[in-house]
Nanobody, 122 residues
Framework: VQLQASGGGLVQAGGSLRLSCAAS????????MGWFRQAPGKEREFVAV????????YYADSVKGRFTISRDNAKNTLYLQMDSLKAEDTAVYYC????????????????WGQGTLVTVSS
């Protein structure tokens, strides 16, 4: 599986962005998919994850109620809708796929996209 993230940019606090992650590979629809982010000088952290069927989602407490993860298996695409953005959401956002069970741990993910930068100005 190869992943290509896009949609990052500069936005004012309170604004919205939608990230996309295009996947290649026939087995995309069978993998749990997640979004992680890494701010300068910080560890990569979990943001959201979605089951392969799209039926279950999990979010970090810091984004719950503001971000929505979704997927379109027919288009091999993962999304992250980010609303009410805050300055502390500034980071490089990565999409990832796991060959195993759904997880919030970055160590459980086998495939990673190249990252897309989100900058929120206050």
């Amino acid at each position: 599986v190869q992943l290509q993230a896009s949609g990052g940019g500069l936005v004012q606090a309170g604004g919205s962005l939608r990230l996309s992650c295009a996947a290649s590979g026939r087995t995309f629809s069978s993998y749990p998919m997640g979004w992680f982010r890494q701010a300068p000088g910080k560890e990569r952290e979990f943001v959201a994850v979605i089951r392969w069927s799209g039926g279950a989602t999990y979010y970090a407490d810091s984004v719950k109620g503001r971000f929505t993860i979704s997927r379109d298996n027919a288009k091999n695409t993962l999304y992250l809708q980010m609303d009410s953005l805050k300055a502390e959401d500034t980071a490089v956002y990565y999409c990832a796929a796991s060959r195993g069970v759904i997880s919030t741990s970055k160590d459980r993910y086998d495939y990673w996209g190249q990252g897309t930068l989100v900058t929120v100005s206050s």
